[in-house]
């Protein structure tokens, strides 16, 4: 009897009507944990009933109070028949069972109810006594904290990175239950909704005891996901990260702690310097540079077996097992593979096992090199799950996949995957599961044993922060033709000329000019088929798909003469009778890495004159656009004299030679290469209609409107003067196909303009917030049924202060850091993090370099990375052709690069306006962003996550607006729960809040429509920085010591 | 058989389904504006590319159709809360700063003058609203705005009708209204309760700003609540004690005596102070004549309902067309109050007092010159 949960119903407000002849209710409550049930009175003839219960105290195992969650129902007493259910309310209590979270949720509740939408409010308190637990087998692990931020949690520091981990359980769908069809529609959406939070529970439950049996305390980068399978069933699946974090607070006076260690988590990383040995000078990494190789997983169309026999399980979903009942994870009994891959991963190589990250943004030091994205996908057939306690076939599906992805990281000479993500994309019985991330060499310092690379080891007294661009590979050894070159800034190693990642641009990387939002978007017909049949074609027509969208990346990538990626992101998605693509990544030019070619378009009839007209015509168009874009972006990166220090090397030349060619597909390069070997640029051939449509594709893509920047990765480089104003939005579009006989080109600029329009149309809902960004731009694409094409996007707008909108991008700061910092805090921290630095390794970061000459209050120190180089992976191996040559890594290499060490006294006086955003009323504004962090403020304290699955539905659609009434209701109901969750914790803000899932089917024949959606985020507590002026003194002493610390390391 | 249908698909792609949902409820002052004038979609579309956002933003037609529909969408979802604007302060749906609701609220009960003129003094029930398509026909407001500006003084009413204490700060504290806006609100519910003839021709010349001060003038002076303010209905019906003891002056026209000392203490104050003094002297019965036969009718419910216009017809019109100018009457009404308190055998200076002080600023509210 580890722990007594204790709740108490206080009031409740705005109920609705339930008795039509007097106009009121007569409400009651039942509040329900596993088997018990308690009620109140019933207080009669009010729609604002005071219950203000006494205390309904359950004594559960605290296995079960990971698992389940409090369930509130609201109804209306009726003396003569049944009562009335008004709405539920599920409150998560896991926030409840970390000591250092929350310590009692207590507040306003929506009434849900998923026929009806939001019906009144409820106030309600809830307590957890915890009790020692002394049991070493227990089944819980409470006190494990989970993060749905992706990098190390501002106001923690990262101890030890153990690694992946991973889980996932199975149940069927109470939706293709026998008993639905006798149930009314509101039962079985609560029976889902419950089924799924009790899933949701047992996972993070047994995720926590996996991180435990390594060691750590935490998650972070906990990616949680459904998969709707239909018949078959339905899975909840999770990965993350398993990390030991140390709150900073803990170390410093607590006066301090606030102000000092809650600062930016970039910083928090950088300047970690007071622990021991923990990550304290910047060991500036020096990552190598990604090389997209693109490797095309296998699609294997197995059909995983094992009918099912006996799968009696109705009783899953409506008995509320505790324990590990329902659905055990894949796991630990499961067939023979599994046990021997889980004894494996169990053991301490786990980490070898699947050396996997789902970070996108590291401590600093830790990313070395990046290798390029690599990704698998994989095609297979749904079967039903006869066993939910012995899920292996999903397991073993996914392990495969895992595997490969291993192998291709191996292929770029890496040891490590970060910005891992998987997903899936269900059409009836054909599952396509991918997974992608960055390959990478990491430096040891953040692991257990270390022994990760010794190599590199060596390099961590002073990598150049160019140092992650730098090939990871041998050079003469390439996985993939690629072309090399010196890198622009420390001129020693060798570097790409293109880098796609999946994580977020690295604080430390050096950026000319300005990023923005990158799409590839790909629309391909199929026949409708079925089974195995089904599943060959879509296999067969993979990887053409994944090679366009590769291919209009780079092209696009080039027309803004930029030369990488950052935080990109694949999805694919199967219909009926199509294959939808579609690719997100936020381009930049890295200064470390050569300055992309033109395009050049290349004619196969060169006797034709017209024809050359054209040609020369589309090419001159294209000259243009590459330089309007550059202006635009304000890519003006210094001109380099050839190669002048690095040895001979032929290839080298400034501008890359590209040739469009892939593994695969060998004849073509060949030919290609024949004829236009010669040519510096990337060729682009329009000898037939598709390559035709590749250009015009190219040049319809419309530039965000002036005072816009948008991007997929949580910042924008070089983007500095955020102010705290923001919107967070979900826009969420449908598309009916009304002309069945569309060709791939129709379709494609179908989908093309769909994309197009709506960013048009955000851009113009925004206009009031310019000058601004749109960051986290992130794109959901789904075919709910044929014909149909959904695209949700959720994203933050955050408004950046007019007057510094000018602010030189080069000097690299981290912004994160600058958003997060108020003056004041800038003031304070930079001698400090200066003198932390100057002194023992003035080399370690070329941004430390230029910073020092700085050192006035206004100075930034640009230094500082940001928590969130979120890179995100999406990951192929993509070939690139750079020829090899050997660069020898390993040794210490502290050049900075030219420009960076030139010291820019950044003088970023950016007075962050703190706005406040509005003053609270009588319902506490609660903020979301998808990001980490809320510019100009600083998280004090995270109170735990928040997962919710709900249903909606409906069955008199066009009473509710049709459609878009629909859904719009829908959403922002899941908003105001979400923030009233938030709120009820004692939080002001979520963040790193992202959709997860929206499902959206109708049927307006019968006037019917559901929605499923799916959030996550984690509840903080945010000070604004202009708060923390008071203690400054305190600050400051607690920065001195901080470095002092940081030096002694 | 079969249909033969011309399948020639000029439009390949429809939008299903397009909406918009910020954690902060984004609308436009202007898109609300539309909204609250009863545009329709696509007439709101036009009006704002008539405006020219579209040239300062590079949106499109569709951008603009699909942003324009999503705001009327919201404001629907919120028209509910708006109903019940205590309710727009701690509703958990929509995030919404606090001074954006203020500008919701203020907005949403915000009504046309013209609108509120042909609604005013009538009684607020079913039967007016069957009739807000004619008044929309004739002052060019949608009908839907009418039936929003019409359901707003209803619901006010049916609201502050039964609360005791002062009714423009009942309003203000149920409706979250602005202290002006509350105040019109005051006069509309007012000026219903007690069935004001507003509608004459003879007093169409009339703004709804000069009956709202009129109302504000009879509300702060008349009702019970100007004397005890904590009664029910005080400040929506007119004190009866009151108005009987308005009987009372009628001692100053049926006393000959009074009369013409009353009528000598004003022409010796008014001689050689105004153009008009003939007339006046002329007119001087006739004028008091009316003026107090107004204040002996008020206790029967069909005269106070004539009121103004039987201020109009015994005193404005006849001042009128006499060509006195404001200053003349003020002159006039001034020294005609003033000059009954010196007659010493009138003995009810307390009502004179009470009622000429709200006639006479009545009076001069009303004359238009």
């Known amino acids: 009897m580890p722990g007594k949960l204790k709740a108490k119903i206080v009031a409740g407000r705005h109920l609705p009507v339930m008795d039509r002849a007097s106009d009121l209710t007569d409400a009651f409550v039942e509040v329900k944990f596993g088997n018990t049930t308690f009620k109140t009175d019933v207080c009669p003839k009010s729609l604002n009933p005071q219950w203000n219960s006494e205390w309904f105290k359950f004594e559960v195992d605290d296995e079960d109070l990971q698992d389940e969650p409090l369930q509130i129902t609201v109804l209306d007493h009726d003396t003569y028949s049944a009562n009335d259910a008004i709405g539920k309310v599920y409150i998560d209590i896991d926030p409840l069972l970390c000591s250092e979270a929350a310590t009692v949720i207590s ?112 998650v972070v980068g906990y990616l949680q996901c459904f998969d709707l399978e239909g018949e078959s069933g339905l899975v909840v699946r999770a990965i993350g990260t398993a990390c030991t974090l140390d709150k900073i607070s803990s170390t410093c006076p607590a006066a301090v702690v606030p102000n000092l260690s809650n600062s930016s988590p970039s910083k928090d990383m950088k300047e970690a310097v007071f622990g021991e040995e923990a990550p304290g000078v910047p060991l500036s990494s020096g990552p190598p540079t990604p090389l997209r190789a693109q490797t095309f997983s296998s699609f294997s169309p197995s059909k995983s077996y094992s009918r099912q026999s006996s799968s009696s399980d109705t009783e899953l979903s409506l008995t509320p097992k505790t324990g590990m009942g329902s659905g055990g994870s894949a796991g630990k009994e499961a067939g023979p593979l599994k046990a021997l891959l889980r004894q494996q991963t169990q053991s301490a190589l786990e980490q070898r096992e699947f050396p996997f990250f789902t970070l996108t943004g590291f401590p600093v030091g830790f990313l070395l090199h990046v290798g390029g994205v690599v990704s698998a996908r994989s095609v297979k057939l749904l079967d039903r799950i006869h066993n939910p306690d012995e899920p292996e076939t999903r397991d073993a599906w996914w392990e495969e996949i895992r595997q490969e992805i291993k192998s291709h990281a191996k292929a770029l000479g890496c040891h490590a995957v970060v910005g891992y993500s998987e997903s899936t994309s269900i059409c009836e019985e054909v599952c396509i599961l991918s997974a992608s991330g960055t390959a990478a060499i990491l430096s040891s310092r953040f692991m257990q044993d270390g022994a990760l690379d010794t190599e590199h080891r060596f390099e961590d007294t002073a990598p150049p922060a160019c140092g992650f661009c730098h090939i990871p590979y041998d050079e003469l050894n390439m996985p993939f033709p690629a072309q090399l070159t010196y890198c622009h800034c420390c001129r020693r190693h060798k570097v790409p000329d293109v880098l796609f990642t999946t994580i977020d641009v690295p604080t430390e990387a050096s950026i000319t000019g300005k990023g923005c939002l990158i799409q590839a978007r790909l629309c391909r017909t199929k026949k409708k088929a079925q089974g195995e049949g089904n599943a060959t074609a879509i296999s067969n027509l993979l990887p053409f798909l994944e090679y366009e969208l590769h291919t209009q990346l780079l092209n696009k990538l080039k027309l803004r003469g930029m030369n990488a990626l950052f935080g990109l992101r694949v999805q694919i998605s199967v219909g009926d009778t199509m294959l939808l693509g579609l690719a997100s990544a936020t381009g930049v030019y890295l200064t470390a890495l050569p300055s992309p070619g033109g395009i050049q378009i290349a004619g196969k009839t060169p006797s034709d004159l017209t024809y050359e007209q054209h040609v020369s015509n589309m090419q001159k168009k294209i000259n243009d656009t590459i330089a309007k874009n550059k ?99 979900t826009s969420v579009r449908v598309f009916r196909l009304s002309n069945a006989n569309l060709t791939n080109q129709g379709l494609n600029k179908i989908f093309n303009d769909l994309c197009e329009n709506l960013l048009k149309s955000l851009y113009f809902k925004l206009r009031s917030m310019v000058p601004c960004c749109l960051c986290h731009v992130n794109f959901i694409v789904a075919v709910p049924e044929d014909e149909l094409i959904q695209v949700a996007v959720t994203a933050v707008a955050m408004s950046l202060d007019k007057d510094q909108t000018q602010e030189n991008g080069r000097q690299s700061g981290d912004k994160t850091l600058m958003k997060a910092i108020t003056e004041n805090e800038e003031q304070l921290q930079f001698p400090l993090e200066l003198s932390a630095e100057c002194p023992s390794n003035p080399l370690s970061s070329a941004k430390g370099l230029s910073e020092v000459s700085g050192p006035l209050p206004s100075a930034r120190a640009p230094s500082v990375d940001h928590s969130s180089f979120t890179d995100r992976c999406s990951s192929w191996i993509e070939q690139i052709r750079l020829k090899a040559h050997t660069i020898r890594r390993g040794s210490i290499k502290t050049t900075s690069s030219l420009e960076k060490s030139s010291p820019l006294p950044d003088s970023r006086s950016r007075s962050l306006r703190s706005n406040r955003s509005c003053p609270s009323s009588s319902v506490a504004v609660v ?42 209701s829908f959403i922002a109901e899941v908003f105001a729960m979400v923030r009233a969750h938030v709120a009820a914790l004692g939080g002001n803000a979520v963040v790193s809040y992202s959709m997860k899932e929206c499902v959206f089917m109708e049927n307006p024949n019968k006037n019917q429509a559901q929605c499923l959606i799916n959030v996550s985020g984690d509840a903080v507590i945010f000070i604004r920085e202009s708060e923390l002026e008071a203690t400054p003194s305190q600050t400051q002493s607690g920065n001195v010591q901080t470095s002092s610390n940081g030096e002694g390391t | ?178 202290d002006p806006l509350a105040r019109d609100y005051a006069a509309i519910v007012f000026f219903a309760n007690n069935r004001f003839e507003t509608g004459k021709k003879k007093l169409q010349y009339l703004t709804f700003h000069d009956f709202a001060f009129c109302a504000g003038q009879l509300i702060n002076n008349w009702t019970v609540g100007a004397v005890d303010n904590m009664v029910e209905d005080m400040d929506v019906d007119l004190d009866k004690e009151f108005l009987q003891d308005l009987k009372d002056l009628k001692i100053l026209i049926a006393d000959k ?113």
């Open chain 1, 107 to 218: 507040g306003w509740f929506p009434i849900y109810d998923t026929i009806h939408g939001i019906r009144g409010e409820i106030n309600v308190l809830v307590k957890v006594d915890l009790f020692n637990d002394l049991n070493r087998f227990r089944q819980s692990s409470c006190g494990v904290k989970f993060f749905c931020t992706m990098s190390i949690p501002r106001c923690f520091r990262a101890m030890v990175i153990h690694g992946f981990v991973e889980e996932l359980v199975v149940n069927e769908d109470p939706e293709y239950q026998w008993i639905d069809r006798i149930r009314t529609p509101r039962a079985s959406n609560e029976a889902r909704q419950r089924l799924i939070s009790l899933m949701s529970g047992e996972l993070q439950r047994k995720i926590g005891l996996k991180v435990l049996e390594m060691g750590g305390n935490a």
């Open chain 1, 631 to 729: 202006e635009l972006y304000e890519i003006s990166p210094p001109e380099w004299v050839e190669e002048v220090i690095g040895s001979p090397i032929p290839e080298s030349r400034q501008r890359s030679r590209i040739f469009r060619s892939h593994s695969e597909s060998s004849d073509e390069v060949l030919e290609l290469d024949l004829s236009h070997g010669k040519k510096d640029a990337f060729v682009l051939e329009i000898d037939d209609t598709d390559a035709i449509e590749d250009i015009h594709s190219l040049l319809t893509d419309a530039p965000t409107p002036p005072g816009f920047y948008s991007c997929n990765t949580e910042i924008m480089p070089g983007i500095y003067n955020w102010t705290s104003s923001l919107q967070m939005f």
């Open chain 1, 927 to 968: 903020k979301m962003t998808p990001l980490s962090f809320l510019p100009g403020t600083k998280i004090i304290k995270y109170l735990g996550i928040i997962n919710m699955f709900f249903i909606r539905e409906t069955t008199s659609l066009r009473e509710e607006g049709g459609v878009s009434g629909f859904l719009h």
């Open chain 2, 1 to 178: 058989m079969l249909l033969v249908v011309n399948t020639a698909a000029v439009v390949k792609m429809s939008v299903e389904l397009d909406v918009f949902v910020g954690n902060t409820t984004i609308m436009d002052k202007e898109v609300y504006q539309l909204w609250l004038n009863g545009y329709t979609v696509s007439d709101a579309v036009k009006v704002r590319m008539e405006g020219g956002v579209m040239e300062e933003c590079e949106a499109s037609a569709d951008v603009l159709l699909s942003d324009t529909m999503d705001q009327f969408r919201t404001f629907q979802m919120c028209e509910r809360l708006l109903q019940n604007p205590a309710k727009l302060a701690n509703q958990l749906l929509f995030q919404i700063p606090p001074d954006r609701q203020a500008m919701l609220i203020e907005r949403y009960y915000a009504f046309d003058d013209a609108f509120v003129r042909e609604v005013l003094g009538k009684k607020l029930s079913k039967g007016t609203k069957k009739d807000l398509d004619d008044v929309s026909a004739k002052t060019g407001i949608t009908l839907k705005s009418c039936r929003r500006q019409f359901d707003n003084f209803k619901r006010v009413f049916k609201v502050v009708e039964e609360l005791k204490g002062p009714l423009v700060e009942n309003i203000k504290q149920h409706f979250l209204l602005p």
């Open chain 2, 257 to 369: 005596d009074l009369l013409d000392q009353h009528k000598s203490l004003v022409c010796v104050a008014l001689r050689g102070k105004t153009k008009v003094f003939n007339e006046m002297e002329a007119n001087f019965k006739n004028l008091s004549r009316g003026l107090v036969n107004i204040a002996a009718k008020l206790t029967n419910p069909k005269d106070v309902r004539d009121f103004f216009i039987d201020l109009i017809e015994k005193f404005i019109e006849p001042c009128r067309s006499d060509r006195w100018t404001a200053t003349d009457v003020n002159l006039y009404l001034t020294h005609y109050t003033n000059s009954a308190h010196i007659l010493d055998s009138f003995k009810h200076q307390t009502v004179w007092t009470r009622y000429m002080g709200v006639i006479k600023s009545c009076i001069l509210r009303m004359y238009h010159e």
